[in-house]
């Protein structure tokens, strides 16, 4: 077994309703007599007077192509999420897992593995579906990062499950999961072709000057609607999030 800690500090109220600090661990554990191929990522706290508190972690997982050359495009604005929320969070992905680029860090008191396939979009389940079993991540706490055509440029969206929409990469995730679909998501809207320009060059197109900024204003706001999706789940935060980005650039 193995073990790598992380020393943070939280707050505990006890049932005198006195408030305890104490050292947080996160504990990356092999639990090789269950299984060899397992890891159980568990951020807990101490014992105290029967106390012990653990969070579930979250797996992030941006979607997109890897290499230069698709740098910038359309198709890779869930890499560009993913490497956002890295750099406000302090870490760095460069570990190669399942054939994603990952790292382990947390949000708050939560741990979280942020992943970017790299066997291209149409194969992002072949990384997501070994991670969530590998680290023991359940359904409920997989976030999937991808561009939507069905959205304006920049306007995004977090959903709690939903259908894969003809997404190739979501297909690949879903099917990498069994066929399940109650997993969130965040989309980031790309906008449609204009006129009769063919899909898939539109996906691998880069942004225009203007479409740019608006991507830029998604990649700002992004980390901390994720963060709050992490810490609270979809409350009352989330659902007025989505009503702001609906009518972001069409004010009623």
């Not at 942020?114 to 291209?120: S, V």
């Not at 479409?211 to 999706?229: F, N, S």
Request: aromatic share 8%; proline share 6%.
């Amino acid at each position: 077994p193995f073990y790598l800690f992380r020393s943070m500090f939280c707050a505990v109220s006890a049932p005198i309703n006195i408030c305890i600090f104490h050292p947080q661990r996160i504990q990356f554990r092999r639990r090789s007599h269950l299984n060899p191929s397992r890891i159980r990522i568990s951020a807990s706290l101490s014992d105290t007077n029967g106390i012990k508190v653990e969070y579930t972690p979250w797996l992030i997982v941006g979607l997109g192509n890897p290499g230069n050359k698709y740098h910038g495009t359309r198709h890779n604005v869930g890499f560009e999420m993913i490497d956002r929320i890295a750099e406000e969070e302090g870490i760095m992905l460069n570990t190669i897992q399942s054939k994603a680029l990952i790292v382990i860090g947390c949000i708050g008191d939560v741990p979280i593995l942020l992943a970017k396939p790299q066997a291209y979009m149409n194969f992002s389940g072949e990384s997501v579906g070994p991670l969530a079993a590998y680290y023991r991540v359940p359904l409920r706490h997989i976030l999937v990062v991808y561009d939507e055509m069905g959205l304006p440029n920049g306007v995004m969206r977090l959903q709690p499950k939903g259908g894969h929409g003809h997404h190739n990469g979501l297909k690949s995730v879903t099917g990498h999961l069994d066929g399940c679909r109650d997993f969130p998501r965040m989309c980031i809207g790309i906008g449609n072709p204009p006129g009769k320009m063919d899909m898939k060059a539109f996906l691998l197109q880069k942004f225009s000057t203007l479409e740019r900024k608006q991507i830029d204003a998604a990649l700002e706001q992004g980390p901390e609607a994720v963060r709050t999706l992490i810490l609270n789940g979809f409350n009352r935060t989330i659902n007025r999030f989505n009503l702001g980005q609906k009518y972001k650039y069409h004010k009623v």
